[in-house]
């Protein structure tokens, strides 16, 4: 049976009965020897990444799925914990019942938390629509989830908002955390200030006067050694009409990426590295620009000059497990200045469907299929010329890391767009046996004494002044940075966890399970023991050598299936739904499929489309 706080909630009728309910919520309070634990806890070298909840307390279960229902109203498959492959949104279950794992399963494994916004649920109701204070609401009760589970009962109630959590967690601003969605305004305005209240657990106290400027902050994860940075996404968003892009001082994605270059170099000085986070990923292709060009330019120099100090960024929004390789060519410093408007003209759109992500998708791949061939070095050693067309290689992708390019990580989302997700991190400790991953959260002197002035200097709206400092480069003596050599912090391996609720609904439902026995998120796939993708760690050079097998479209005879054995799978998902989808009568068969591309397309989606599906959206770019 539900328990009866779980069934009201899935009843309610008003905001205020939901929210106030959710809010009542006892806490998982952590035991003594919990606490003592945590004082002196060495790192695990692993982190979190979750995203984009979306948090609907109007979610009613067994109610419509169809667009204008919304899982609110009439009857039809909505499950308890939602209903996976629609538009929906997540229900209290879900949120519960996803805490309750992280709690049960990695709460005590890992060193802090990337939480990449979108937390309440999407303006999709006209009979409910969402208000300032709903969205406020939505965002608090998640906060109050991340104390359930990793709040220390003893500080809850001091002085020090910053001292709640046993481990630091850092959220960023979601283009559904604010109203009206994607609009907002250069700052100080109502949400930098509602936010920098919301999330005072979080803000190191000497940034708050930035974050209200601005919503951007960056925590100290382990002090003195690695610094995770929320970016404001909301102020490169293309569909953010109150600003306009990065180049001119006037605007606050000037200032923005202004404090990014002079936090940089400061931790650059102190000898420390840096992760990026950010709820917008910077999506640039034919048909999908989600950032202003502006911002996409500055973004791409800032990671080209502070690669030795940036070990990788992660991003949301767009609810498909991929990522994107950033090419320092197509830097271009006109551009960036704003002396010269940019060529690229594809629109940005909010409607990201699965046809429009299928676009995305196979652009992607087109244009992985034009980087650099490498192949030559596979060759036999009678070949002469084969050291030299490896050095041509290796010049054209920017030398032996492949420092053309850099690499950002887009992470699959919780409400089930697709099947809930969250991903943990492996990252390289050698040599920090004996530093404890508690994160400074107090005044720091390099925070409080570089922030950029921008009181003094943000011009008019309509100014046109642009001239931006450049970052500088790492010294030429310094070896690669972490995102290109494994080094302490380099990023190497993740596991992609999933919910899958087609079961775990089809078990409640038929009674078979009760609420604490049957949840879970289960391992779709872990890049350590993959043996599709095979990557050694999380380096520019092992993406830029995996974006190449999924981009040929002529694969060896050993990265080939055939028709027949198109729905081998390596992940968990995969393997389960093998027995529920059998070939459909007239199927093409005999087909040479590029694995590599097959299996990034599975798991983009979460493994929720079957073999014919995936054919059927790609299949004229699957054949080898």
């Known amino acids: 049976m539900i328990p009866r706080l779980l069934l009201s909630l899935l009843m309610c009728t008003t905001a205020s009965r939901c929210l106030a309910g959710l809010v009542q919520q006892k806490p998982l309070v952590p035991t003594d020897s919990e606490l003592e634990a945590s004082k002196s806890k060495k790192l695990h070298g692993r982190f979190l990444h979750i995203t984009d909840f979306h948090l609907d307390p109007f979610y009613s279960q067994f109610s419509s799925t169809d667009d204008?229902?919304?899982?609110?109203?009439?009857?039809?498959?909505?499950?308890?914990?939602?209903?996976?492959?629609?538009?929906?949104?997540?229900?209290?279950?879900?949120?519960?019942?996803?805490?309750?794992?992280?709690?049960?399963?990695?709460?005590?494994?890992?060193?802090?938390?990337?939480?990449?916004g979108d937390s309440a649920r999407h303006d999709n109701d006209e009979l409910i629509p969402r208000s300032e204070g709903q969205v406020i609401k939505l965002n608090e009760i998640l906060v109050n989830k991340f104390v359930e589970v990793f709040g220390k009962d003893d500080n809850l109630n001091d002085t020090d908002p910053t001292n709640d959590f046993t481990i630091p967690i850092v959220p960023n601003f979601g283009n559904n955390d604010i109203l009206p969605h994607n609009i907002f305004d250069a700052g100080p305005n109502r949400w930098t200030e509602a936010f920098a209240r919301v999330w005072q657990k979080f803000i190191p106290e000497a940034q708050r006067h930035s974050f209200e400027r601005g919503g951007w902050f960056f925590v100290e994860v382990i002090p003195d050694k690695l610094a995770v940075f929320s970016l404001n996404t909301m102020y490169f968003f293309k569909s953010n009409t109150a600003v306009d892009g990065c180049a001119h001082e006037s605007e606050p994605g000037y200032e923005h990426f202004e404090w990014l270059r002079i936090q940089l170099q400061f931790i650059r000085q102190r000898g420390m590295k840096a992760i990026l986070s950010g709820h917008v990923p910077p999506a640039r292709t034919e048909s999908k620009q989600s950032w202003d060009e502006t911002c996409w330019q500055k973004y791409t120099l800032w990671l080209q000059q502070y690669r030795d100090v940036i070990v990788g960024g992660m991003y949301g929004h767009m609810n498909i497990d991929h990522f994107m390789l950033q090419d320092n060519d197509q830097i271009d410093a006109r551009v960036i200045s704003g002396e010269s408007k940019s060529v690229r003209t594809s629109p940005h759109s909010t409607d990201f469907s699965i046809q429009k992500s299928a676009e995305y998708l196979t652009e992607l791949r087109y244009r992985w299929s034009e980087l650099p061939d490498n192949s030559e070095r596979h060759k036999s050693k009678e070949d002469k010329n084969r050291r030299s067309k490896h050095d041509d290689f290796l010049d054209k992708i920017g030398g032996e890391w492949g420092e053309r390019y850099s690499v950002t990580l887009v992470s699959a989302s919780v409400v089930p767009i697709y099947f809930p997700t969250m991903r943990v991190f492996e990252y390289n400790t050698t040599g920090m046996e004996h530093v404890t991953?508690?994160?400074?959260?107090?005044?720091?002197?390099?925070?409080?004494?570089?922030?950029?002035?921008?009181?003094?200097?943000?011009?008019?709206?309509?100014?046109k002044k642009h001239r931006s400092e450049k970052p500088k480069p790492p010294s030429k003596s310094q070896p690669p940075g972490p995102a290109y050599s494994v080094q302490p912090f380099s990023l190497l391996g993740y596991t992609q966890y999933f919910a899958n609720l087609t079961e775990i609904n089809a078990a409640f439902a038929s009674g078979r399970h009760s609420q604490h026995d049957n949840f879970t998120y289960e391992v779709e796939y872990d890049t350590k023991t993959d043996t599709i993708y095979r990557l050694p760690d999380l380096t520019v050079r092992s993406y830029i050598d995996l974006a190449t097998r999924i981009g040929d479209y002529r694969p060896k005879q050993e990265d080939v299936w055939l028709g027949a054995s198109e729905e081998s799978h390596s992940d968990a998902s995969a393997a389960k739904k093998k027995k529920k989808h059998k070939k459909k009568k007239g199927h093409k068969s005999g087909k040479a499929i590029n694995k590599f591309w097959y299996t990034f397309v599975d798991r983009a989606y979460v493994g929720t489309k079957s073999a014919d599906d995936l054919r059927d959206q790609f299949g004229s770019d699957l054949e080898g």
Not at 84 to 105: G, R, V, Y
Not at 447 to 461: I, P, Y
């Open 68 to 116: 204008e229902d919304a899982c609110h109203w009439g009857q039809g498959s909505a499950g308890i914990f939602g209903a996976e492959k629609t538009d929906c949104d997540s229900p209290t279950t879900l949120i519960n019942a996803t805490f309750q794992w992280i709690h049960d399963n990695i709460r005590d494994s890992i060193d802090f938390v990337v939480w990449t």
């Open 437 to 463: 991953g508690k994160a400074k959260m107090g005044p720091d002197d390099s925070t409080t004494s570089t922030s950029v002035k921008t009181e003094k200097h943000r011009k008019s709206r309509g100014s």
